[in-house]
């Protein structure tokens, strides 16, 4: 900005139109500029050299930025691969001190910037949408000169270390394994713990400047240059909840009560997975609290903050995941194990998920473009790719009061067991002649026998009661069932309207790194994402069917009982 008038006329225009949209004037004015943006990138783009090269691939970066302040950040994708690619042809993945050159300092600075801000936001993207492929970081390239002085830019480039370690993360979460043991195998135990050593490194590695609390939040988000600062924060986070997620969510399993992969050393490992998710969860609740305070009560941030940082969407989504499961399904056996006391933990979960919801109807109320609209309550009929998360999150709210009103059969009976009494529940099934028949069934507590044969179980469909063992073993619903809601992400780009920059274009997005891993919300939302059909199918195997007829059994048993 320093020297504006000096700029090409294609990067001034998409300068202008950034400006004129944060600075809310009129949509026309902000049309305009970008209309003239593109056709000046297109003049420019068909004669590039040596001279003009670094120009057009920032003005490729920030017409991508432009779309992303605008919460569709899909419709800038093809800017930002095109600029990827240009770094690569033209060698920009080398540092300039490499090559023989007559660059003076602040010109090496600008090719150093561009590289980490295009890798940094490219990366992001390929994890989000499995659409781009990015090379491995240059191990050439150095950072740029403000990166020791703290701030967004030292974020960004230290972000981009991390991002080298989700990509293994991200692709070991969505593979479904071959079976329910080998989640609490000794080889995945190695798998996991060495994706969170990774982690855990990355973070003690950290220059002191950058190790970030809530309580420094409010200092750094005054340089403006927050976007990598909040990132740097949240993901993390989000990796450790995915790679500890599938385990976490064999704790709604009461048959694995009685199973012999039930050890001493796998108890200890699920018990670690809650923890984590708990913690982790805890802080990105923090952060988040800090972000609604300074927006609420002090009225320091408004909409165009929180239009600009859509990436919070993500940790916002993950940790009401992990939150809800625990809240909502994981059996009280695993809860007592961790040592916590559930009435300090349950009621600090539930309120997490209200502030997770709270953050998402604030990102999607900003991305409307009127501020009247814009709260932490009550989200706008204008779609953006906030709003299938929203939604989720809101159903999962729904789920948890449902389930405070009365607390399902199997929790409170289950509760109420020592140590002792679970391993005496001893279950043993003979044969079974029918999908819907159990033969045999023994419970011994409190040295009490308890015997019933023929047991018929009514719900096939959902193997328990609903009010036990709420949606379980809800079977695979079609996309097009009545009762369901598939979640998707749209991609988006603009259209002109005398009121409004409305999304005019809509394609299947694949934001791969979100989902519910095969499980359903409230008995109503799913999530669509490539792999989350495996993992419905997995959840479902022939011995977790039956399993499911015998805990409903058993639980009817219990509830005889007392």
């Not at 800017?79 to 240009?86: G, P, S, V, Y």
């Not at 703290?150 to 969505?174: D, H």
Request: with cysteine; aromatic share 10%; charged share 20%.
């Amino acid at each position: 900005m320093l020297n504006f008038d000096e700029e090409p006329i294609a990067l001034r225009y998409m300068i202008s139109a950034f400006t004129a949209f944060y600075q809310n004037l009129p949509v026309r004015i902000v049309q305009t500029y970008h209309d003239r943006a593109v056709e000046a990138i297109a003049n420019s783009g068909r004669h590039l050299t040596e001279q003009n090269i670094l120009k057009y691939i920032q003005t490729l970066f920030v017409k991508y930025q432009f779309y992303f302040a605008q919460g569709q950040p899909a419709a800038g994708i093809d800017d930002l691969t095109e600029a990827m690619q240009l770094i690569q042809d033209w060698k920009f993945d080398i540092d300039p001190d490499m090559n023989k050159n007559s660059l003076l300092p602040y010109e090496k600075d600008e090719r150093r910037r561009i590289y980490w801000d295009v890798y940094y936001c490219a990366k992001s993207i390929s994890l989000c949408t499995g659409i781009m492929q990015v090379p491995q970081i240059s191990q050439k390239m150095q950072p740029h000169s403000q990166c020791f002085l703290g701030g967004g830019s030292a974020a960004i480039c230290e972000t981009s270390q991390l991002l080298q370690f989700a990509v293994p993360i991200i692709e070991y979460a969505r593979k479904t394994p071959d079976s329910l043991a080998f989640l609490f195998s000794c080889e995945n135990q190695a798998v996991i713990n060495r994706h969170v050593a990774n982690i855990k490194n990355w973070q003690k590695n950290l220059p002191d400047h950058l190790r970030i609390s809530p309580e420094k939040l409010p200092e750094l988000l005054k340089s403006g240059d927050f976007s990598g600062i909040l990132d740097m924060v949240i993901l993390p986070s989000i990796l450790t909840c995915m790679v500890y997620r599938a385990v976490l969510f064999t704790t709604f399993r009461v048959p694995l009560l009685h199973s012999h992969l039930l050890t001493a050393s796998t108890t200890k490992f699920i018990v670690s997975a809650i923890k984590a998710c708990l913690h982790e969860s805890q802080n990105l609740g923090e952060i988040f609290q800090q972000l609604l305070t300074m927006t609420i009560t002090e009225k320091k941030l408004g909409s165009t903050f929180w239009h600009g940082i859509v990436g919070i969407a993500n940790g916002c989504f993950e940790a009401s995941t992990v939150s809800w499961f625990m809240y909502r399904h994981t059996l009280p056996y695993f809860w007592d194990k961790t040592g916590l006391c559930d009435k300090e933990v349950r009621p600090a979960i539930k309120s997490r998920l209200v502030l997770f919801k709270q953050c998402l109807c604030l990102l999607q109320t900003s991305q409307y473009g009127d501020d009247s609209k814009f709260n932490p309550s009550e989200a706008t009929d204008h779609e953006s790719f906030v709003s299938p998360m929203l939604k989720c999150v809101n159903e999962m709210v729904l789920e948890i009061a449902h389930f405070d009103d009365a607390l399902s059969i199997a929790n409170s009976n289950w509760v109420s067991l020592t140590d002792s009494q679970v391993e005496n529940v001893i279950v043993e099934m003979n044969s079974v002649e029918s999908s819907n028949c159990l033969e045999y069934v023994m419970v011994d507590i409190e040295k009490n026998d308890i015997k019933m044969q023929d047991i018929t179980i009514e719900d096939e469909k959902r193997g328990t009661d609903s009010a036990n063992l709420n949606s379980l073993s809800s079977d695979i619903i079609s996309e097009d069932s009545d009762d369901f809601v598939v979640l998707d992400r749209k991609a988006t780009s603009l259209e002109f309207d005398e009121n409004t920059i409305k999304p005019f274009v809509q394609g299947e997005s694949q934001w791969i790194y979100l989902g519910l891993l095969g499980m359903d919300v409230n008995q109503k939302f799913q999530w669509k994402a490539p792999y989350e059909e495996k993992w419905r199918t997995f959840w479902h195997q022939p011995w977790d069917k039956l399993a499911f007829k015998l805990t409903g059994a058993l639980l009817r048993l219990l509830e005889g009982h007392r």
